[in-house]
């Protein structure tokens, strides 16, 4: 399974941007897919998941009311939108799928090359 994550970019803080990530492979309704991000110096820690059969969707509490994750199922790509993004948004954002609910990086199988979101103040 591959993942390409791609819609990253430098943006101003109040900005908006657009992530996707393509599976390479179906992916079925007990999958999870999740968004990571990981900026210099700190872990790599859960911003917003959706399991894919019932669209039900997870969030970080620094992203809620911000943030909307989506699934597109005929395009096997799961969607992050971002708005109001803020400096401490910087980081290098990775989607990832796996086969249960989870909020750690061990939850996840496989992973995307990421790609990195910069937002200036």
């Known amino acids: 399974v591959q993942l390409q994550a791609s819609g990253g970019g430098l943006v101003q803080a109040g900005d908006s941007l657009r992530l996707s990530c393509v599976a390479s492979?179906?992916?079925?309704?007990?999958?999870?897919m999740g968004w990571f991000r990981q900026a210099p110096g700190k872990e790599r820690g859960f911003v917003s998941g959706i399991r894919w059969g019932s669209g039900r969707t997870y969030y970080a509490d620094s992203v809620k009311g911000r943030f909307t994750i989506s699934r597109d199922n005929a395009k096997n790509t799961v969607y992050l939108q971002m708005n109001s993004l803020k400096p401490e948004d910087t980081a290098v954002y990775y989607c990832?799928?796996?086969?249960?609910?989870?909020?750690?990086?061990?939850?996840?199988?496989?992973w995307g090359q990421g790609t990195q979101v910069t937002v200036s103040s």
């Open positions: 990832a799928r796996g086969r249960n609910l989870g909020t750690g990086v061990d939850d996840y199988d496989y």
């Open positions: 492979t179906r992916t079925f309704s007990s999958h999870f």
